[in-house]
Nanobody, 124 residues
Framework: QVQLVESGGGLVQAGDSLSLSCAAS????????MGWFRRKASEKEREFVS?????????NYADSVRGRFRISRDNAKNTLSMEMNMLKPEDTAVYYC????????????????WGRGTQVTVSS
């Protein structure tokens, strides 16, 4: 079992940047595919943002963030990160990191462990 804690959210203006971090404990992150997901206030479900394989060699991005967000991981430090650039108001959401024991997937239902989330608010 792995415990995940996100940090780095906040209130920024459109065009600004933010860096999110996810610190893991209880197990080595090298055992998991990892992902960032978000839930907007108007939606019930979490949506895929980006995922990364256990060794960092395979990365996926949602079309809405590709070219603006960059996911990375440091298994030695047991951390997952995401750099978010050129933020837009539509990026406003609670962002969650998640770990999966399954093969890399963008489906949130395939992720086994979740953090509590960090709020990102982008004003226009």
């Amino acid at each position: 079992q792995v415990q995940l804690v996100e940090s780095g959210g906040g209130l920024v203006q459109a065009g600004d940047s933010l860096s999110l971090s996810c610190a893991a404990s209880g197990d080595s992150l090298s055992h998991y595919a990892m992902g960032w997901f978000r839930r907007k206030a108007s939606e019930k479900e979490r949506e895929f943002v980006s995922t990364i394989s256990w060794n960092g060699e395979i990365i996926n991005y949602a079309d809405s963030v590709r070219g603006r967000f960059r996911i990375s991981r440091d298994n030695a430090k047991n951390t997952l990160s995401m750099e978010m650039n050129m933020l837009k108001p539509e990026d406003t959401a609670v962002y969650y990191c998640a770990a999966s024991v399954h093969s890399l997937t963008t489906a949130p239902e395939m992720y086994d462990w979740w953090g509590r989330g960090t709020q990102v608010t982008v004003s226009s």
